[in-house]
């Protein structure tokens, strides 16, 4: 063991999974980044195996567009009233 991070084995990427008409599109985004992803309408789309629900994203004519001013699991825990997580900082 080198570090910290050998020690805990931290995966510092979210998973993207973007459904659209039996297409699926994987992509891995910074862990600690904010996320602003387009979609067509007719897809879903998932982070983490957390399917954002369609009522979260913004339609932005034809697409959809999911965005996150903060790291998306701080943008989760408000999102869902699960309490306060700390910075990361």
């Known amino acids: ?3 910290f ?3 805990t084995d931290t ?3 979210l998973e993207v999974e973007i459904s659209n008409l039996g297409e699926i599109n994987k ?3 910074p862990l600690l980044d904010p996320i602003k992803i387009t ?3 007719s897809a879903s789309i998932t982070i983490d195996g957390i399917l954002i629900e369609n009522w979260r994203l913004k339609s932005n004519g034809e697409h959809l567009l999911f965005e996150t001013n ?6 989760l825990h408000h999102a869902t009233a699960q ?3 700390l910075e990361p900082h």
């Open 11 to 13: 995966n510092l990427t």
């Open 83 to 85: 309490g306060w997580l």
């Open 39 to 41: 979609i067509p309408k």
């Open 1 to 3: 063991m080198k570090n």
């Open 70 to 75: 903060i790291p998306f699991y701080q943008w």
């Open 5 to 7: 991070l050998e020690l």
């Open 27 to 29: 992509y891995t985004l």
